[in-house]
T-cell receptor
């Protein structure tokens, strides 16, 4: 069993839709959770960083963490074609900056006009 | 957000040659940098952790003599793929830790093609 599971998609939604992206994990030691967006042939870009259960909002993005269920989500409101990318969840045991990140496989999202 | 650059962005080389990839943190000091490899439609695979002024820590299965890492300053780490073979063709991405923040920032990646 992989430490982090993520549906690879592809996920196709119409413009304006609410998108829900999810990851589950098996290692209860993970404490820090991140979402990255990666456009084709580019490096990942940090979108959200959380370390506690609950919701964290930043513009159209909301990150949700449920440590009891070992489940994290990223919601994108009013999705735009420019949101089309691969979204990677990542997590670490301690503060993510200086420690190994374990990534999900990424979910490919396409927002259509 | 913080900026991390990589050079070159893409490189084509002949089998048996060595290729050096640079990773720079442009607006912050990075005591730790990470090197990843990514295959098409796959997630990032951590190759090694590079600490400024000390030897890199390699992940299991990564040949340290083939993938030489040097982290000579707080803003520069290099990855040298020695005696490259076609199976080394991949997308190599570095990240740098901003120790003032609890996260890593990624470079744009280097696409290596070994003929």
């Amino acid at each position: 069993q992989k430490e982090v599971e993520q549906d690879p998609g592809p996920l196709s939604v119409p413009e304006g839709a609410i998108v829900s992206l999810n990851c589950t994990y098996s290692n209860s030691a993970f404490q820090y959770f991140m979402w990255y967006r990666q456009y084709s042939r580019k490096g990942p870009e940090l979108l959200m960083y959380t370390y506690s259960s609950g919701n964290k909002e930043d513009g159209r993005f909301t990150a949700q963490v449920d440590k009891s269920s070992k489940y994290i989500s990223l919601f994108i409101r009013d999705s735009q074609p420019s949101d089309s990318a691969t979204y990677l969840c990542a997590m670490s045991v301690v503060a993510g900056g200086g420690n190994k990140l374990t990534f999900g496989t990424g979910t490919q999202l396409k927002v259509e006009l | 957000g913080a900026v991390v650059s990589q050079h070159p962005s893409r490189v084509i080389c002949k089998s048996g040659t060595s290729v050096k990839i640079e990773c720079r943190s442009l607006d912050f000091q990075a005591t730790t940098m990470f090197w990843y490899r990514q295959f098409p439609k796959k997630s990032l695979m951590l190759m090694a952790t590079s600490n400024e002024g000390s030897k890199a820590t390699y992940e299991q299965g990564v040949e340290k003599d083939k993938f030489l890492i040097n982290h000579a300053s707080l803003t520069l780490s290099t990855l040298t793929v020695t005696s490259a073979h076609p199976e080394d063709s991949s997308f190599y991405i570095c990240s740098a830790r901003d120790f003032t923040k609890e996260t890593q920032y990624f470079g744009p990646g280097t696409r290596l093609l070994v003929l």
